[in-house]
């Protein structure tokens, strides 16, 4: 059994992170098995962490924020993500480890390395086989973010400055592993988003065939 690949997509929320899983899960899936899965979440534990980290009406200092980020993507790794790797599907995870570098490590101001890892420990050292970082300015996020029906959970309360380190963040991330990190203009339309993300992943998804 050929082991399955994991593809991440990240980036700040509103920047269509979502919308690129979705598309790129109907296309991939005619090449054969495809899972989506999303962070935090994905697992029965894990979403109701989720649910624990969004709630505006709680409070939630910045370690024990990346500690329940950690635990959910700990509970994923183990119970879904794994054994779908090891049957051969390839996985899309709406958002992993990055993000945890990049919003607690940066935004919180936390430390990319000690959060790095509390997360190698929490996912036995996976990492994805390539990641899609779609990106976008904190303004245009922001603006995304404020045309939706849905009230803003508490991270999409936070200041503009919040963000901006974020997505620096990113950036730096992306300069320090380009081999596997590869950013595309989250400003387009959705279809040119996509068909660059498929670009991107032609040659994992022609090793299915």
Do not use: W
Not at 63 to 82: D, G, K, N
Not at 83 to 97: C, E, N
Not at 118 to 123: E, V, W
């Amino acid at each position: 059994m050929v082991r399955g690949r994991l593809i991440t997509i990240e980036g700040l929320d509103g920047a269509g992170k979502t919308t690129l899983a979705t598309a790129l899960h109907a296309k991939l899936a005619a090449r054969g098995p495809v899972a989506l899965l999303r962070e935090p979440g994905g697992v029965e534990l894990s979403e109701r962490i989720r649910e624990l980290v969004k709630d505006p009406a709680l409070r939630c200092g910045p370690r024990a924020e990346a500690l329940l980020y950690v635990a959910a993507r700990a509970q994923l790794v183990e119970e879904r993500v794994e054994p779908l790797l090891a049957a051969g599907t390839l996985v899309l995870l709406d958002r992993f480890v990055d993000s945890s570098l990049a919003y607690q490590g940066a935004g919180r101001g936390l430390g990319v390395e000690a959060v790095a890892a509390l997360n190698a420990f929490a996912t036995h050292g996976l990492a994805p086989d390539r990641t899609l970082l779609l990106r976008v300015s904190p303004a245009t996020a922001r603006a995304r973010q404020q045309g939706r029906t849905a009230e803003p959970d508490r991270l999409e309360r936070e200041a503009h400055a919040f963000f901006q380190r974020i997505a620096a963040a990113y950036d730096g991330l992306a300069a320090a592993d380009p081999g596997r990190i590869y950013v595309l203009d989250g400003e387009a339309a959705p279809g040119e988003v996509l068909s660059a993300a498929l670009d991107v992943l032609a040659d994992l998804d022609s090793q299915r065939s």
